[in-house]
């Protein structure tokens, strides 16, 4: 899928179909790996922000769900779709 660049004023926005990501034009002259890019993003979601603190307030609270519970769900789902046969 062939990507877009587009400048308008003080933002920059990558375009690849329905799904677009902006940020300030000084973000992106500045950073200097992909990485600080997706960083600089998370920390301005406040959808990702939210999900974050309720995940540290559960674990605070111990209310979480025990790995091997996680792992044993994850490993049904991929057998069940065949996929980890070999596992």
């Known amino acids: 899928m062939r990507k877009k660049i587009v400048i308008e004023e003080d933002k920059t926005s990558y375009q690849a179909g329905p799904n677009v990501i902006s940020f300030p034009v000084t973000v992106f002259e500045t950073a200097e790996s992909k ?3 997706e ?3 998370l920390a301005h979601d406040y959808k990702f922000i939210k999900k974050m603190k309720r995940a540290r307030k559960n674990d605070l609270d111990d209310e979480f769900i025990p790995w ?3 792992k044993k769900n994850l490993l049904g789902i991929l057998f069940a779709v065949g996929r980890f046969a070999d596992v």
Do not use: P
């Open 39 to 41: 960083d600089w993003l």
């Open 68 to 70: 091997e519970k996680v």
């Open 35 to 37: 990485e600080e890019l």
